[in-house]
């Protein structure tokens, strides 16, 4: 099927740099579109041409009621429209036109985020599991600040493991509050990404907004707050047991965590390893994965997150080749061949006459 549809006025802003937004709009709609000098032409399955064609007089509706897409918006809404067959371009806009937050605007750059934040909208506790770079701090703090701004709470609790990445910094000087900032200075950045500066600091002084280690949360009831525990792969179980137990009326709660990243020391099971599978059939309480395909820093950390997971595969499939005894020896950390005889206790009941044995090795 093939139709013609008239040209508005700056539709080169929907095209996108080098026509980024309309190989989107071909390879997720499976259509041509051709600019003509006088109309755009679509040609594809008459219903892939109708969503085409809506995408357009969307976008010339939303123009001339002044809306103005931000900084690689279009192109993401363009990806979570195409990717979801109930979605519009003038429905994702209107959704983070509710969202905005003055210096912001709340918009979901990929399927699973938009379903991280209706899930939040729509529960009054959500679990983000998931890779770096997918949102989910980012997008809980801004949902968070939607929710206080829009007075639907009273205040913003963010909360987070003092756990170090692989390293032991020792001793911290200076005041309480200096030694717990660097675990939650992510939180800070999104904060200040968000709002003014002065209106940040000014919710700090006032505990409208609480920054703590999770560890200050128990005996504690939440009541008209909403919640956020970030970094919840290096809970323990009993700090998140803790944690979801704290949730008072009027309250919402988002858990975040990548499941791949958990720095316990000693080898204790995750918290939110646990959480996940006790809490799965809880009603009133949901789950948002995500994966390298939500990623949305830098496109290398999409490349990075795919080959740490194909390495962890690989090596799985290399230990399940194994023979069990070459199994047992890998875990217990043991090369069985290198075993040097000298190290053997031939004092042990095992060997007779240890004692004299033991003298004639050494003398060897």
Same mark, same amino acid.
């Given at each position: ?152 709470? *009273?205040? /913003?609790?963010? &909360?987070?493991? #003092?756990?170090?990445? @692989?390293?032991? +910094? ?5 005041? $309480? ?29 006032? *505990?409208? /907004?609480?920054? &703590?280690?999770? #560890?200050?949360?128990? @005996?504690?009831? +939440? ?5 956020? $525990? ?31 990243? /958990? ?51 690989? /090596? ?49």
């Amino acid at each position: 099927m093939k139709k013609s549809i008239g040209i508005s006025p700056n539709i080169e802003t929907l095209f996108g740099t080098r026509d980024e937004n309309v190989r989107v709009l071909e390879d997720g709609l499976n259509v041509t579109i051709d600019l003509r000098s006088n109309a755009i032409e679509l040609e594809g399955a008459a219903r892939d041409v109708a969503r085409a064609e809506q995408v357009f007089a969307d976008y010339e509706s939303l123009q001339r009621s002044g809306y103005s897409f931000n900084n690689g918006d279009l192109n993401s809404m363009l990806r979570v429209l195409t990717a979801d067959s109930s979605a519009t371009l003038r429905g994702l806009a209107d959704a983070g036109r509710q969202r905005s937050l003055g210096r912001r605007m709340v918009q979901p750059k990929s399927v699973n985020q938009r379903r991280y934040v209706e899930a939040i909208e729509t529960h009054d506790m959500v679990f983000g599991v998931g890779p770096a770079g997918t949102g989910k701090t980012y997008l809980a703090v801004a949902m968070a600040i939607s929710a206080l701004l829009a007075k639907r709470v *009273n205040r /913003i609790i963010l &909360a987070r493991p #003092a756990v170090e990445a @692989g390293e032991r +910094l020792g001793f911290l000087p200076g005041t $309480l509050q200096d030694k717990i900032d660097p675990y939650l200075r992510p939180l800070y950045d999104a904060l200040y990404d968000m709002l003014d500066p002065e209106k940040v600091d000014r919710y700090l002084e006032k *505990n409208v /907004i609480e920054i &703590a280690p999770i #560890a200050f949360m128990r @005996g504690r009831t +939440l009541n008209d707050s909403f919640v956020i $525990l970030d970094e919840a792969q290096n809970t323990t179980s009993e700090q998140m047991k803790m944690f979801v137990t704290r949730l008072g009326f009027n309250s919402k709660a988002v858990i975040t965590g990548d499941i791949t990243q /958990i720095d316990l020391p000693n080898a204790r099971r995750s918290g939110l390893l646990e959480a996940i599978d006790i809490l799965k059939k809880v009603e009133g309480l949901t789950f948002v994965h995500f994966d390298e395909s939500d990623v949305v820093r830098h496109h290398l950390v999409q490349r990075i997150i795919r080959a740490y997971d194909e390495h962890k595969m690989h /090596i799985a499939e290399q230990q399940m080749l194994l023979p069990a005894g070459g199994r047992n020896s890998e875990v217990k950390g043991i090369d069985v061949k290198s075993v040097d005889v000298k190290s053997v206790d031939l004092k042990s009941p095992e060997a007779p006459n240890g004692s004299d044995r033991s003298r004639e090795v050494s003398a060897e």
